[in-house]
């Protein structure tokens, strides 16, 4: 069973366009994640959510909208897309860093967004 | 300012032969440190982890090296395969109650056979 599974894998769509990526983890874990990888292949944090609350909301053009129904998902909402946002985004999960867990990062397999 | 910085960018070499990749960080306060292992078109796995007290770990044929003092860690790759051609990603967690992760930029290693 995949652990962290986001869908979908490709996305090609129009400058101006909307469009929503998804994210599940089977973890158990309780803070989830969204990072932009670009051209250069470097990770950037754009959000987390713990227990269904953001915690992390980097400068990231409102444009992008995450949404956490529950501790299991967190989708990502794009509106009116832009050439820039061109990218692949990685959904990860962690149990919460403490004293006694190091938050070890689990990662989806990525979903490249081409925006013509 | 807390950064990551990773050296070198690339790297190409030979099916069989070892190598070595560089993690120097400006974290503070700091909790640990992990190598991930990124394959082309794949999201990346954790290879180890290094905390505070810990010199140096192995996992198979990577060995990871912490020096706390001078804020550098290493990752050693013996006898290299095709299969650890990937992108090395050193990330740093900032020690307290945020745990912020502050990510390398990461070495892309190339094996040739």
């Known amino acids: 069973d995949t652990a962290v599974s986001q869908t979908p894998k490709y996305l090609v769509t129009q400058m101006g366009n909307d469009k929503s990526i998804k994210c599940e983890q089977n973890?158990?874990?309780?803070?989830m994640y969204w990072y932009k990888q670009d051209s250069k292949k470097f990770l950037k944090i754009m959000f987390s959510?713990?227990?269904?609350?953001?915690?992390i909301n980097e400068t990231v053009p409102n444009r992008f909208s995450p949404k956490s129904p529950d501790k299991a998902h967190l989708n990502l909402h794009i509106n009116s897309l832009e050439l820039g946002d061109s990218a692949v985004y990685f959904c990860?999960?962690?149990?919460?860093?403490?004293?006694?867990?190091?938050?070890?990062?689990?990662f989806g397999e990525g979903s490249r967004l081409t925006v013509l | 300012k807390n950064q990551v910085e990773q050296s070198p960018q690339s790297l190409i070499i030979l099916e069989g032969k070892n190598c070595t990749l560089q993690?120097?960080?400006?974290?503070?306060?700091?909790?640990?440190l992990r190598w991930y292992k990124q394959d082309t078109g794949r999201g990346p796995v954790s290879l180890t982890i290094?905390?505070?007290?810990?010199n140096t770990k192995s996992n198979g044929r990577y060995t990871a090296t912490l020096d706390a003092d001078t804020k550098q860690s290493s990752l050693h790759i013996t006898a290299s395969q095709l299969s650890d051609s990937a992108s090395y990603i050193c990330?740093?967690?900032?020690?307290?109650?945020?745990?912020?992760?502050?990510f390398g930029k990461g070495t892309k290693l190339s094996v040739k056979p």
């Open positions: 993690c120097n960080y400006t974290v503070s306060p700091f909790s640990n």
């Open positions: 290094m905390t505070f007290s810990e």
């Open positions: 973890l158990g874990h309780d803070t």
């Open positions: 990860a999960s962690s149990r919460r860093a403490g004293t006694t867990n190091t938050g070890e990062l689990f």
């Open positions: 990330v740093v967690r900032v020690g307290g109650s945020q745990g912020n992760l502050i």
């Open positions: 959510y713990n227990n269904k609350e953001l915690i």
